[in-house]
């Protein structure tokens, strides 16, 4: 009974949400307002289960060492005071240094030195293999034209111009296919929520939702007319 | 008004309502097209299926909630592939808003019926919070930087984890990943050289093939279509079998339009210049 009223609200708030296609709205607002509030109260509950779990229980259970990390964490909470808000500064350039440190690290290794090397390919495959060739080479090829693209100290004329020319096809190509991904993932979303509403109890609440999306197009409707007759 | 400048000024609630057509139709009434398997699923799936019975994999959540509908018949896909192969899980949240989904699967893949049991056959540390530095922290030491789980148990007390100690005991790593994909990678894949296959969403998918081309990743989900691969390679038809109908016939709409919303624009301009030129 539960899961079926939770179901019906669930796609009440979809219809809501997609109603925009149609025209803003107070139901979309309505729901708009509920996802960021909902959004924010589930941040505050899981953030005290995860309190509860990394440091109030270890805690009790004797690691007294996240005493530590528990007072950086508060001395964060003095970024309210005029008075001592440099206080904050301190635990913020840690988790800044730290953050910086850790993506460094990360970016130089797993980002560049990795990809790079991969880059370096032998242009004929061994042993031979007409695609793998053919990609090898168009990968070089590609790469050093999107690379050539970027060189701004000179100006792109001749055979760097020829380059950055091909390079800025290379990217338009990876945008083209990024984009087509992004188009297929946004209709998988969409084929998601209809199959909610289609596929459980949400279903009973599109009549409902059809009705309400008639009434309001036929008051807008009539309204309009009123104050051209007005005018 | 001619056909074609009809055409272009066409009111784009019309386009919603064909879209509307196009994806409900083949949900009430599957028409059942057929579906290929890529490399990338096929990569996936032989990751899994190498996998020995007990062998300890790390579930990784980091997507946004509004994602669900691409990464959780993902996940419901590749967890039944898991626990076909005996394998135990430890799953982690990177992100509060996923935290919710982790409960979910264990309930729609009756974990409980299965026989799988809690702190032997998997483990749900729920939200780590930190992102980058958690993950590092994580995949440095589990115990300390997950002292006890999503329940409250203490990770001591937990039998699975006294197999896993750190990144190196983990026998794959499977993220279901759409943000951090790249700190995911350079904190905890790389640095330990861990295998690692990811489920991603449509947006994501073009900037995580590098990472496949260079080993980092070995096999990656790509949206809907990388579940409904999966699901033929299991066979066993889920979610992602069922929506394939709705998503392709919605690809060929979107194709069709992009044709004559160009062929429109290209004759119109054409049009326009030869009435130029007669003037």
């Not at chain 1, 070089?140 to 096809?169: C, D, M, N």
């Not at chain 2, 400048?5 to 599957?30: A, C, D, E, T, W």
């Not at chain 2, 409980?112 to 032997?120: A, E, I, M, P, V």
């Amino acid at each position: 009974m539960i899961d079926a009223l939770g179901n019906m609200i669930a796609a009440a708030c979809i219809l809501s949400i997609y109603s925009f296609l149609y025209s803003e709205n107070k139901a979309f607002r309505l729901v708009e307002h509920l996802f960021v509030g909902i959004a924010a109260g589930h941040v505050v509950v899981t953030t005290i289960y995860t309190l509860r779990s990394s440091l109030w229980i270890p805690l009790t259970r004797g690691n007294t060492v996240l005493v530590i990390p528990f007072i950086l964490g508060l001395m964060v909470y003095f970024i309210f005071s005029k008075k001592h808000s440099y206080i904050y500064r301190l635990p913020m350039a840690l988790v800044i240094g730290i953050g910086t440190g850790l993506s460094l690290r990360a970016a130089a290794h797993a980002q560049l030195a990795v990809q790079i090397a991969t880059t370096m390919l032998p242009l004929v495959k061994t042993p031979f293999n007409a695609l793998d060739t053919f990609n090898n080479i168009l990968i070089v090829i590609l790469v050093i034209a999107t690379v050539t693209y970027f060189f701004f100290h000179w100006e792109q004329r001749g055979p760097l111009g020829v380059s950055s020319k091909i390079g800025r096809y290379a990217m338009m190509a990876a945008f083209g296919a990024s984009f087509a991904n992004t188009v297929m993932g946004r209709f998988a979303v969409f084929v998601g929520q209809m199959d909610f509403l289609l596929s459980t109890e949400g279903v009973y609440v599109i009549p409902i939702a059809l009705v309400a999306l008639i009434i309001a197009t036929y008051y807008a409707r009539s309204k309009k007319d009123q104050n051209r007759e007005r005018q | 008004m001619s056909m074609l400048s009809r055409f272009q000024k066409m009111n784009p609630k019309v386009l919603y309502l064909l879209v509307l057509v196009v994806v409900g139709l083949p949900l009430i009434r599957p028409i059942n097209l057929p579906i290929g398997v890529s490399r990338y699923t096929e990569l996936f799936h032989s990751q899994v299926e190498s996998l020995k019975p007990g062998d300890v994999v790390l579930v990784s959540l980091c997507f946004a909630s509004a994602k669900a509908p691409e990464f959780y018949p993902q996940m419901v896909a590749a967890l039944q592939h898991l626990i076909m192969k005996k394998a135990s899980m430890v799953f982690v949240c990177w992100l509060p808003e996923v935290t919710p989904f982790t409960g979910r699967l264990f309930t729609d893949l009756s974990f409980d019926k299965r026989g799988l049991k809690y702190g032997t056959d998997y483990v749900d540390f729920g939200l780590i919070a930190g992102t980058a530095t958690a993950m590092a922290a994580f995949a440095r030491d589990v115990h300390k930087t997950a002292p006890a789980d999503v329940r409250g148990t203490l990770v001591g007390d937990l039998p699975l984890m006294a197999k896993v100690k750190m990144a190196t005991d983990f026998h794959l790593l499977m993220s279901f990943i759409s943000i951090y994909t790249e700190d995911f990678i350079g904190q905890v894949q790389t640095p330990y050289k861990l295998p690692l296959v990811t489920g991603t969403d449509g947006v994501s998918f073009a900037g995580t093939l590098p990472y496949l081309a260079s080993g980092q990743i070995r096999g990656i989900l790509n949206s809907m279509v990388g579940t409904a691969e999966y699901e033929k390679l299991l066979k066993m038809p889920g979610k992602g079998t069922s929506y394939m109908d709705a998503q392709q016939l919605s690809h060929v709409l979107i194709i069709t339009l992009i044709v004559l919303g160009n062929i429109a624009l290209a004759s119109t301009r054409a049009l326009e210049r030869s009435r130029r030129t007669k003037e």
